[in-house]
């Protein structure tokens, strides 16, 4: 039987390979199933009448007492680190590739000093060049486990993005760390007192070497349509008809980009900013006298989704910690079957061509 060598200076050809297949070929039909399992048992598909699904005696137990030392590691493959001819679809950048809702508990700065362990979902993720396979993920989680006994800010964050960063060899990257963070709310006439939970990130976008800090909280509140305020009042002069205004709960998503070296922006301080801008935020404790009192809120300050986006922009504007904005306010309808929502942004950060089509489906708080 001939043999082929390998040739080192030229590529094989189609006749090589024919060549080699029809040898194989040969050796299949006389070697044993353990000699064919042992080579590739792929090898069976090459025997007359081979069956697909011959395969190797592999144990059935689980080896509870083995142990991957470093060479039993370094031979093991890894396809996400394999050569580029691995690649699948376009060779093309991806701009990010990571992991989403990676969950732990991470520890926040409050504003009267105590800090406070939330349970915060993850989001990390790289930039992947066009001549690179894929990411190990694994890394970004282990960066956040090596800090996530210290208390978080954005300068840890910035720490932690660096860290993976370097890990993955990767140019820009992203954090976003979501969390509902509580604080204590007390009734408009009652004295009784609950919690709020307000829904917020933080995010840290590394691009071409520009650090950008950003801020998001969504913000519930009540809005009362103002056209439904003055023809309930109508009905009332005119006709002695008793109506009420329509009035539904609202939500504003606000992103604020965060200056920290004009001072720290507390999770607190943009808090109590929109309770300035729009008071009318839903209540946690509540008794006949605080009832009364919100309908008397609401009957002052009735609101039109546009007002909401022009009220918050201009509490954004007037503090020098924040600078580009974004707000997304949604008026979840009583008397429409639809939404009412508007848009307003400040600054190149967050002025989009596009908006993603399930922005305002995802502004429904059911908590």
């Known amino acids: 039987m001939n043999y082929i060598t390998a040739d080192f200076d030229r590529d094989p050809t189609r006749e090589d390979a024919r060549r080699a297949l029809e040898i194989l070929r040969q050796w299949a039909d006389a070697a044993s199933d353990v000699e064919i399992s042992d080579l590739d048992p792929a090898v069976v598909r090459l025997k007359a009448g081979g069956a697909v699904d011959a395969y190797p005696d592999l144990s059935r137990s689980y080896p509870a007492d083995f142990e991957a030392d470093a060479a039993y590691k370094a031979g093991m493959p890894d396809l996400q680190n394999g050569p580029e001819s691995l690649i699948r679809g376009a060779r093309r ?48 989680m282990r960066s956040f486990y090596r800090s996530a006994e210290r208390t978080f800010s954005f300068e840890v964050i910035e720490e932690t993005l660096e860290a993976y960063k370097s890990d993955l060899e990767s140019f820009d990257a992203r954090i976003i760390m979501r969390f509902a963070f509580p604080m204590k709310v007390q009734s408009l006439r ?79 301080d943009i808090v109590e900013m929109c309770r300035r801008a729009v008071p009318t935020e839903t209540q946690v404790m509540v008794k006949r006298e605080d009832e009364q009192a919100f309908a008397e809120l609401n009957a002052a300050n009735p609101i039109f989704v546009e007002d909401a986006a022009r009220l918050f922009a201009e509490a954004l504007q007037a503090d020098a910690r924040i600078g580009d904005f974004r707000v997304v306010a949604s008026h979840q309808e009583s008397l429409h079957s639809h939404d009412a929502i508007s848009v307003l942004t400040e600054g190149p950060t967050f002025d989009g061509v596009g908006l993603e089509p399930h922005l305002f489906t995802s502004m429904i708080h059911a908590r």
Not at 200 to 208: H, N, P, T
């Open 93 to 140: 950048q991806i701009q990010h590739v990571g992991i989403s809702n990676f969950r732990l508990p991470i520890r926040f700065h409050s504003r009267e000093g105590a800090d406070v362990a939330l349970d915060t979902s993850v989001t990390g993720s790289v930039s992947l060049d066009a001549d690179k396979k894929g990411i190990n993920m694994s890394r970004i």
């Open 190 to 268: 009652s004295g009784l007192e609950g919690y709020q939970y307000y829904d917020m990130a933080l995010e840290v976008v590394d691009r071409d070497g520009v650090r950008t800090k950003i801020l998001h909280l969504d913000y519930v509140y009540s809005s009362t349509c103002p056209c439904s305020l003055e023809l309930s009042e109508h009905a009332r002069r005119t006709r002695g008809q008793l109506a009420t205004p329509h009035s539904q709960r609202s939500v504003a998503r606000i992103s604020m980009v965060v200056d920290p070296e004009a001072g720290c922006l507390w999770f607190e």
